[in-house]
């Protein structure tokens, strides 16, 4: 392969344009039928080395910028899902327009860019952060550059699609398979048939994923029945309040964990290179943009503008922690900073509900596209791609993803509703608990405690909180995926663990975009 001067080329962008509006929506999707978002950065690799892995002059360079562009909307559709579709679920019958939504999502898509520009050179080259998912993309990138491993994801990708379709478009396989019917202590245990949940099971791990379940145990089979027959809770509604707000306490109190830990590592950075992490020049361009933003959020939303500049401050700062915590993990829990971020400027004024999740909309797309940017800036770091084509690439596929994106919700909400058993959106219902009030917040701020604790303890309180909070069959579902990729591996030694990211990101993307297209279908 001869190498090009500008590896953002005109095929690049046509490829990457084609691929973002297929992964924006079926991102949107899982999301909200998850309340959760697998980085799709695998997936989008490897389908940029299918296509153009055989073209005439192609580099790698050209198929990094391919996938960066290819990704950018998928976390934006996911800091969409996460917030937005709660506004609906406490207040039935408002919703925001489609042209508000997308003000919402294109500024957060502008703001997560542009501070991530900044944070690049912190993160990538004096700190050296991992990047699990961006090392992940290069290795993939590295082994595959062929596209050997295109058929086994599209395989996949196929199988599921279809199972989909069976199940969803034909009805003809039950979506949830109850294990256990329950009693008067004890809640129902089910399980998702879901090849996605599956699929992400795989990806996460046996670790991340039996902790989530371990949630599930504790919330649902330790905490209730214990305090039903204890008598501290007069009804299963009664614990499933408690249940819920802690829950929502333990990832509350994950971002502030990492608050907390962000800011001794400032001060730590700071005594030892005496360094400003921003120049003059930089803080030029970020008055500037902030400024337009502010204007574009006051003129268009009902945001007000002081709201705005407020908002604009809590935003630099939540991506640089989400940055940091993506660096660091490999986790981005978006909808976390948008709830830290609100409960903020909730403190000083009283935006209405609408205001309410437009701000948080704002901060969860900023920091979903910043966890996606630095990945990709970690892998083209590594292949030795220059930055300033990944960040065009990802400026260019961040606002169109984010009017995919805003199309997709505002599609989804019109014709089958949130809150359903469809689309649970279970990320945007703690955004709608914190924006209308708690209703224990004993169990919330004990849960707060203790995510902080077990955060500065190095362990995964948001995973743990996850499983607290969201229903059992969704929890059952990824810790089966884990133990049969682990038992698969245990088995086969390492052949299966090359293979599980391709199979397992075919999995989802085939779900995913099945369910948008059925969607689509519903609407019309």
Same mark, same amino acid.
């Given at each position: 392969?001869?190498?090009v001067?500008?590896? %953002?080329?005109?095929? *690049?962008?046509?490829?990457?344009?084609?691929?973002?509006?297929?992964?924006t929506a079926?991102?949107?999707?899982?999301?909200?039928?998850?309340?959760?978002?697998?980085?799709?950065t695998?997936?989008v690799?490897?389908?940029?080395?299918a296509?153009?892995?055989?073209?005439?002059?192609?580099?790698l360079?050209?198929?990094?910028?391919?996938h960066?562009?290819?990704s950018?909307?998928?976390m934006?559709?996911?800091?969409l899902?996460?917030?937005?579709?709660?506004l609906?679920?406490?207040?039935?019958?408002?919703?925001?327009?489609l042209f508000?939504?997308?003000?919402?999502?294109?500024?957060?898509?502008?703001? @997560?860019?542009?501070?991530?520009? $900044?944070?690049r050179?912190?993160?990538?080259?004096?700190?050296? =952060?991992?990047?699990?998912?961006?090392?992940?993309?290069?290795?993939?990138l590295?082994a595959?550059?062929e596209?050997?491993?295109?058929?086994?994801?599209?395989?996949s990708?196929?199988?599921?699609?279809?199972?989909?379709?069976?199940?969803d478009? =034909?009805?003809k396989?039950?979506?949830?398979?109850?294990?256990?019917?329950?009693?008067?202590?004890?809640?129902?245990?089910?399980?998702?048939?879901?090849?996605?949940?599956?699929?992400?099971?795989?990806?996460?791990?046996?670790i991340?994923?039996?902790?989530?379940?371990? @949630?599930?145990i504790?919330?649902?089979?330790?905490?209730?029945?214990? @305090?039903?027959?204890?008598?501290?809770?007069?009804?299963?509604?009664?614990?499933?309040?408690?249940?819920?707000?802690?829950?929502?306490?333990?990832?509350?109190?994950?971002?502030?964990?990492?608050?907390?830990? *962000?800011?001794?590592?400032?001060?730590?950075?700071?005594?030892?290179?005496?360094?400003?992490?921003?120049?003059?020049?930089?803080?030029?361009?970020?008055?500037?943009?902030?400024?337009?933003?502010?204007?574009?959020?006051?003129?268009? /939303?009902?945001?007000? $503008?002081?709201?705005?500049?407020? %908002?604009i401050?809590g935003?630099?700062?939540?991506?640089y922690?989400?940055?940091?915590?993506?660096?660091?993990?490999?986790?981005?829990?978006?909808?976390?900073?948008?709830?830290l971020?609100?409960?903020?400027?909730?403190?000083?004024?009283?935006?209405?509900? #609408?205001?309410?999740?437009?701000?948080?909309?704002?901060?969860?797309? *900023?920091c979903?596209?910043?966890?996606d940017?630095?990945?990709?800036l970690?892998?083209?770091?590594?292949?030795?791609?220059?930055?300033?084509?990944?960040?065009?690439?990802?400026?260019?596929?961040?606002?169109i993803g984010?009017?995919?994106?805003?199309?997709?919700i505002?599609?989804?909400?019109? /014709?089958?509703?949130?809150?359903?058993?469809?689309?649970?959106?279970?990320?945007a219902?703690?955004?709608?608990?914190?924006?209308?009030?708690?209703?224990?917040?004993?169990a919330?701020f004990?849960?707060?405690?203790?995510?902080?604790?077990?955060?500065?303890?190095?362990?995964?309180?948001?995973?743990?909180?996850?499983?607290?909070?969201?229903? /059992?069959?969704?929890?059952? #579902?990824?810790?089966?995926?884990?133990?049969?990729?682990?038992?698969?591996?245990?088995?086969?030694?390492?052949?299966?663990?090359?293979?599980?990211? =391709?199979?397992?990101?075919?999995?989802?993307g085939?779900?995913?975009?099945?369910g948008?297209?059925i969607?689509?279908?519903?609407?019309f």
């Amino acid at each position: 392969m001869n190498k090009v001067r500008n590896p %953002l080329t005109i095929r *690049a962008l046509a490829v990457g344009i084609l691929g973002l509006i297929i992964i924006t929506a079926s991102s949107a999707y899982v999301a909200l039928r998850m309340g959760a978002l697998p980085w799709p950065t695998v997936f989008v690799t490897v389908l940029s080395m299918a296509v153009l892995g055989k073209a005439k002059g192609s580099t790698l360079e050209e198929i990094n910028c391919t996938h960066t562009l290819m990704s950018a909307g998928a976390m934006v559709a996911g800091g969409l899902a996460f917030t937005l579709p709660g506004l609906s679920m406490i207040a039935p019958g408002e919703e925001l327009p489609l042209f508000q939504i997308a003000v919402i999502a294109v500024t957060g898509a502008v703001l @997560g860019t542009l501070f991530t520009i $900044i944070f690049r050179k912190t993160f990538i080259e004096k700190e050296k =952060l991992p990047y699990p998912m961006g090392e992940a993309a290069y290795n993939t990138l590295i082994a595959g550059k062929e596209g050997k491993g295109a058929p086994l994801l599209f395989t996949s990708l196929g199988l599921s699609a279809v199972f989909t379709y069976i199940r969803d478009g =034909l009805g003809k396989i039950p979506a949830v398979l109850t294990l256990f019917s329950g009693s008067t202590l004890f809640p129902s245990l089910a399980i998702w048939v879901s090849p996605m949940a599956f699929g992400i099971g795989a990806i996460i791990g046996p670790i991340l994923a039996l902790v989530w379940f371990l @949630g599930a145990i504790i919330g649902y089979f330790i905490i209730t029945p214990a @305090g039903l027959g204890l008598g501290l809770f007069q009804s299963m509604a009664e614990a499933d309040v408690f249940r819920s707000n802690l829950g929502i306490g333990l990832m509350i109190g994950t971002g502030l964990g990492v608050a907390i830990k *962000a800011i001794i590592s400032a001060f730590r950075r700071k005594d030892n290179d005496g360094k400003r992490v921003v120049t003059g020049k930089d803080a030029a361009v970020i008055l500037t943009v902030a400024a337009a933003a502010a204007i574009m959020l006051a003129l268009f /939303t009902e945001i007000t $503008i002081i709201e705005a500049v407020l %908002l604009i401050i809590g935003t630099y700062l939540a991506t640089y922690l989400s940055g940091m915590l993506t660096g660091q993990t490999g986790i981005n829990p978006m909808e976390i900073f948008a709830i830290l971020v609100l409960l903020a400027i909730s403190a000083v004024f009283s935006p209405t509900l #609408a205001a309410a999740f437009s701000i948080a909309g704002v901060v969860a797309v *900023a920091c979903g596209l910043t966890g996606d940017v630095m990945n990709d800036l970690k892998s083209g770091s590594l292949v030795g791609t220059r930055p300033r084509y990944q960040i065009m690439a990802e400026g260019i596929g961040g606002i169109i993803g984010a009017l995919v994106a805003a199309f997709v919700i505002y599609t989804i909400g019109r /014709t089958t509703g949130f809150g359903s058993d469809m689309f649970p959106a279970p990320q945007a219902r703690a955004v709608a608990a914190m924006a209308g009030g708690l209703e224990n917040h004993a169990a919330f701020f004990a849960g707060a405690a203790i995510g902080i604790l077990l955060f500065l303890l190095r362990l995964p309180s948001a995973t743990l909180g996850l499983g607290v909070y969201l229903p /059992t069959y969704i929890s059952s #579902a990824m810790a089966l995926g884990a133990v049969i990729m682990a038992a698969c591996s245990r088995i086969f030694r390492g052949k299966a663990e090359e293979k599980a990211a =391709l199979i397992s990101s075919g999995l989802l993307g085939g779900e995913g975009i099945t369910g948008v297209i059925i969607a689509i279908f519903m609407m019309f």
